[in-house]
């Protein structure tokens, strides 16, 4: 069974640059799926942030595209995101997932980030 | 407010059963391939229903999905105190292709 775990900063100042990582144990990043990000700030709903296939194709929510940048490592065994230009409304909790067509099939824990001065 | 709308919560008793609703609040929801995923705060959300009627290997029948015009519905049977978590659907808004997955509120499930 592939297990994912997130790991970030926790906290990050107003117009910076978010860093996510995401490691994928049990398992290689697999050309059958998707690697995705989806974050949930306090009090909302989940949002989809977007998702990377390991050619290298991306997919990202149109709402926060102009700001968001995926990739794979070459190890295939972790897959990032980066989110410039954060504001307090980026607070979330983060989590990375494995995603097929139609389905979300595994999740990390999430990792909570807050954006404050 | 969420493309697809679940209730805040439910309740039930042991033993009982209980459904969530999830309407779709838009047209180009594909309500042919909603997911339903259970979700204990500080764990890792788990998928419980995929193309809205199906369910992995792993998860038992008493989790059943179903369709009823512009609402999928998660069916819970002879609940269980570990049943209480966060539900939340899911689907594409717009489709794969071109589109956005989109995610319910959520709904909060306790085990009275």
């Known amino acids: 069974q592939v297990l994912l775990q997130e790991s970030g900063p926790g906290l990050i100042k107003p117009s910076e640059t978010l860093s996510l990582t995401c490691a994928v144990s049990?398992?290689?990043?697999?050309?059958?799926?998707?690697w995705s990000w989806v974050r949930q700030p306090p009090g909302k709903a989940l949002e989809w942030i977007g998702e990377i296939y390991p050619s290298g194709t991306t997919k990202y929510n149109p709402s926060l595209k102009s700001r968001v940048t995926m990739s794979v490592d070459n190890s295939k065994t972790q897959f990032s995101l980066k989110l410039s230009s954060v504001t307090a409304a980026d607070t979330a909790i983060y989590y990375c997932?494995?995603?097929?067509?139609?389905?979300?099939?595994?999740w990390g824990n999430g990792t909570t980030v807050t954006v404050s001065s | 407010q969420s493309v697809l709308t679940q209730p805040p919560s439910v309740s039930a008793a042991p033993g009982q059963r209980v459904t969530i609703s999830c309407s779709a609040n838009s047209s180009n929801l594909d309500l042919d391939y909603v997911c339903w995923y259970q979700h204990v705060p500080g764990a890792a959300p788990t998928l419980l229903i995929y193309d809205t009627i199906k369910r992995p290997l792993r998860i038992p029948d008493r989790f059943s999905g179903s369709r009823s015009g512009t609402s999928v519905i998660l069916d819970i049977a002879g609940l269980q105190s570990g049943d209480e978590a966060n539900y939340f659907c899911?689907?594409?808004?717009?489709?794969?292709?071109?589109?956005?997955?989109?995610f319910g509120g959520g709904t909060k499930l306790t085990v009275l």
């Open positions: 899911g689907t594409w808004a717009g489709g794969p292709s071109v589109g956005r997955r989109v």
């Open positions: 997932a494995r995603a097929g067509l139609f389905y979300m099939d595994s």
């Open positions: 049990g398992g290689s990043i697999t050309n059958s799926h998707w």
